[in-house]
RNA sequence: GCGAGAGUGGCGGAACUGGUAGACGCACUGGACUUAGGAUCCAGCUCUGGCGACAGAAUGGGAGUUCAAGUCUCCCCUCUCGCACCA
């Protein structure tokens, strides 16, 4: 018998033989069938986290089954390089940002190969390279001569900390995403693209994504934020001008008491110059519109305005109302500009009773007449149309629809849809990003860069600035460029770089042919590969990766470069991997190495007594990580995957046990040692064939549970990916195998647990590869594991011929039995109240009723 | 506030279309083997009562539908995540 399990040597040998013969390449062949796996790429932050290793590995194990499935699987890998990490990175460190990143790349694919990955590393890619970002200046250009890129003056998201604009999706509750820092709001010139001219088509192919969790599909949708309503215009009293509002409540309009502007609006300064109120509006607006945004976005934030001195006219009930600028309106939604309808909106409300606005109800509730002087909050709900001259006595939900028609007719407004989505700002002041290809010259305005000049490299010889200003304006050679238009000479160049979400919004197209130099991708590979068919990753990035990723599709699609709109059929996102927390309340959060074990547990410190926190996500500032390398030294590849795999089901959160991962390692060695008890038996029997009544009644149990076992596995990671109960399926089965003697041998035994003993290796081949394909080539099998056959079952072993009948007295278990298959109704009922448990319970009842289930339940009601 | 998801033993988690609740694993308890074991093997392990056969209770709480509910319907509670002054 080969000595213990011993993971370091098979799985340091494997993981060579595995590479010297190419064993993950792969090709496009026609003649198989494809399946596109894609796991998210990972940000060479460093090394890899356990998040990474569950994602590969849910990854890892589903391209490797359906390899075994005869799919031609194309599984790469790469790295999502550009971005900030890397430059405050090397600030800090004093090094470059790309020495920083490439030497990440490398200890981290060191760490990926470790782990025993399946991937074709021969595609994999690096988005700061210059061969794949200039594919993405190239279609910068193609998008900017259709107008889908374009250059506007907006305010934007600014974070002091980063010296950077930020992306709305990238603000997360007034901070900065990264860094926490508060948002402020900044005038400045940016690029965008124009994803709402997408916005509809995006919504609507939601409910086109059956493969998509119905959480992401509703977060995307929220995203969107489509809004059905009407614009209405408001003349302005005094000046030949109108204010466009935005309501999803036309139906109110007649209780629209007064006007509310954002105070970014246009209209806020040009109304009070020169008025009484100039000096008030120009504070206010100056204190709001760049006040941050972490307190303009908070709850209790109160609702504060400022009387512009105008007035415009309702357009329906000809009231004279006042215009204010409100720290509530905001400039990015709708118009900018709302009706106010105290009565019927709780913050109008809340203001119209801090200044003493009028009050009109309009929309009268079923219960009995609202009062305006003792309301104490906004009506909202339906309700009969009061005070609306005509509509009076309509339901309001007809009114709406009353109403935008006498609007539209007097052409004072029209229906609208409002969507919540903005365009997509990827104007970046930073270095470590793909340079837009643009050029500034005084004459010619902006320029293109002409399509030959491509790829615009970023200069590698530049040197950060403190605070993590972008050094390229300042950069001797880079800045400067002579117009492509007209030949001046002191034209500039474009420095600001693209949101590093660009890159990763093409980089699944761009690993089907990672190597073509004749455009973004071959459009014959991407026909064979994509769409992707099975994504997997985190939850973080339900919105903004995924919905610039269907955005840049549908660019691609519209270009005719790529023949489908949706990239990604399947997705599974998956969960956290969590920990305990151990808090001190002297020091903190503390690593279980600053603990003394004992009880209770304490400081090693201070030696006060270590609360044990809640289970949170891995995280170093929780002290609560795991590294993956102290595991892969401790326990070794194999043990680590089958313990991702074992301890919660992909989609949900993973709780960190180190015992869990004790018996994952035990379960390994359990298997190893069952192997290698039968080996000497086995290694020259031939796997049993069938058919099963050939089999003594010793071995066709075991012959069944294998098959049982291959159909629960199978199922379980083809329609559910719930490998934690595939496992527990082998388990049992191992557990069975223990049960049979090795002695006395018999060559029936020996073809049976041959047979056994693949399968086990088979089933979990995908799961721990190097275990499986140590054990398989013992077996005397030349090829890896991988490129075996699933296995499938015998549908003549699933059947049983007696089966276990449970008797229920009114809904309660109270006996159990054993008949024959298809045994008849009646006879089942006979036996039933015949049985003696049963007699106790029915004894001296009337028997009502009996419903029998067949070859499972009989229920006798009493 | 709005939206989504989840509440099952000491713990992680099973239970596919309503049909034996607690598979599998961890922890724990007892035993075997051993110089020894924190190795391995065997057994037990939801709670309550009972030596026991057995009986009763139990899937966050409450009602309902059904011969039968962890699973379906309604109400309530708690937790997690996402969005959040969106007119």
Not at 160 to 178: D, F, I, K, S, Y
Not at 266 to 285: M, Y
Not at 778 to 802: I, T
Request: net charge negative; glycine share 6%.
């Amino acid at each position: 018998m080969k000595e213990k399990y011993d993971p370091k040597s098979i799985e340091s040998h494997w993981q060579e033989v595995w590479e010297r013969s190419g064993l993950f390449a792969v090709h496009e062949d026609p003649k198989k069938p494809k399946y596109y796996l894609l796991e998210m790429f990972p940000y060479p932050s460093g090394k890899i986290h356990m998040g990474h290793v569950r994602n590969y590995t849910i990854g890892d194990v589903v391209a490797r089954y359906k390899r075994m499935k005869g799919f031609n699987v194309l599984h790469p890998m790469g790295w999502d390089a550009f971005g900030m990490p890397a430059e405050n990175a090397a600030i800090s460190n004093n090094t470059h940002p790309a020495r920083w990143t490439y030497e990440n790349i490398d200890t981290m694919k060191k760490q990926l190969k470790r782990m025993g990955f399946s991937y074709d590393w021969d595609r994999e890619i690096a988005t700061c390279k210059p061969e794949y970002y200039r594919w993405e200046q190239w279609l910068f250009l193609k998008m900017y001569e259709k107008g889908m890129a374009y250059r506007k003056e907006s305010y934007v998201n600014w974070c002091e900390t980063c010296q950077t604009v930020l992306a709305n999706e990238q603000v997360e509750a007034g901070a900065c995403w990264r860094c926490g820092e508060a948002v402020r709001q900044k005038k400045l010139s940016q690029w965008f693209f124009r994803i709402t001219d997408d916005a509809e088509d995006l919504l609507v192919h939601c409910d086109r994504l059956p493969g998509w969790p119905e959480k992401v599909v509703t977060m995307q949708k929220n995203w969107i934020g489509r809004s059905h309503g009407a614009e209405i215009q408001f003349q302005i009293e005094n000046l030949d001008e109108t204010i466009v509002v935005f309501t999803t409540r036309p139906d109110t309009i007649f209780g629209a008491t007064f006007m509310c502007l954002a105070p970014e609006h246009p209209l806020v300064q040009r109304l009070s110059r020169n008025t009484a109120q100039q000096a008030d509006v120009d504070a206010f607006v100056d204190r709001v519109s760049l006040q941050e945004r972490s307190t303009r976005g908070l709850e209790r934030y109160e609702k504060e305005g400022v009387f512009t001195g105008a007035y415009c006219v309702n357009p329906m009930s000809g009231r004279r109302m006042p215009i204010y600028t409100a720290n509530f309106a905001l400039m990015e939604y709708g118009t900018g500009a709302v009706m106010s309808v105290p009565a019927h909106d709780q913050r109008d409300f809340e203001f119209a009773r801090k200044y003493g606005l009028e009050i009109v109800v309009v929309v009268q509730p079923e219960g009995g007449p609202l009062d305006p002087a003792t309301m104490t909050e906004a009506y909202a709900g339906e309700g009969m149309m009061v005070h609306s001259g005509e509509f009076d006595g309509m339901p309001n939900t007809e009114a709406m629809q009353a109403i935008v028609d006498r609007l539209e007719a007097r052409k004072m407004g029209k229906r609208t849809v409002s969507y919540r989505l903005r365009d997509w700002g990827i104007s970046r002041q930073r270095y470590w990003g793909a340079p837009i290809p643009m050029i500034h010259c005084p004459t010619c305005g902006i320029v293109p860069v002409p399509e030959s000049d491509l790829p615009i490299v970023l200069p590698e010889d530049a040197d950060l600035l403190e605070g993590g200003k972008s050094p390229l304006p300042q950069h001797p050679d880079f800045a400067k460029v002579k117009c492509p238009a007209c030949g001046r000479e002191d034209a500039r160049r474009e420095t600001d770089t693209m949101d590093t979400f660009v890159e990763s919004s093409w980089y699944f197209e761009r690993y089907c042919s990672p190597h073509y130099d004749k455009g973004m991708f071959d459009p014959k590979a991407v026909a064979y590969w994509m769409p992707v068919d099975q994504y997997i990753g985190g939850v973080e990035h339900a919105i903004l990766h995924l919905l610039y990723s269907r955005y840049y599709t549908r660019v691609l699609n519209d270009f005719g470069m790529v023949p489908y709109r949706e990239p990604f059929t399947r997705l599974l996102t998956q969960g956290m991997v969590c920990k305990e927390t151990l808090h001190c309340e002297e020091h903190g959060f503390l690593y279980p190495e600053e603990v003394v074990d004992g009880q209770p547990r304490t400081c090693k410190k201070c030696g006060r007594p270590v609360e044990i926190g809640r289970v949170e996500k891995m995280s170093k500032s929780k002290k609560n990580v795991v590294d993956p390398n102290a595991l892969l030294d401790a326990y070794g590849a194999d043990t680590t995957r089958l313990f991702c795999l074992f301890a919660a089901p992909p989609e949900r959160s993973l709780e960190w046990s180190d015992q869990g991962v004790d018996g994952a390692f035990r379960f390994l060695t359990r298997v190893w040692r069952l192997c290698w008890m039968w080996m000497e038996e086995i290694r020259s029997a031939t796997a049993f064939d069938g058919p099963m009544d050939r089999l003594s009644a010793d071995m066709k149990p075991v012959y069944q549970k294998v098959h049982v076992t291959i159909q629960k596995v199978t199922n379980d990671i083809e329609d559910r990916f719930h490998f934690n109960t595939a496992i527990s399926a082998v388990m049992e089965l191992v557990n069975l195998l223990y049960g049979v003697p090795v002695e006395p041998t018999s060559s029936e035994k020996a073809s049976v647990m041959r047979l056994a003993l693949e399968t086990v290796v088979l089933l979990l081949s995908p799961i721990v590869p190097h275990l499986c394909e140590d054990i398989w080539r013992e077996l005397g099998h030349k090829d890896s594991v991988l490129l075996a056959s699933w296995p499938v079952w015998d549908e003549a072993a699933l059947r049983k011929d007696r089966h276990l009948i449970v008797i229920q007295v009114n809904g309660k278990l109270r006996s159990r039995m054993e008949v024959e298959d298809d045994t008849e109704e009646k006879v089942i009922r006979e036996l039933a109240l015949s049985d003696e448990k049963v007699q106790k319970f029915i004894a001296g009842k009337a028997v009502r009723q009996i419903v029998v289930v067949k070859n499972k339940l009989i229920n006798i009601v009493v």
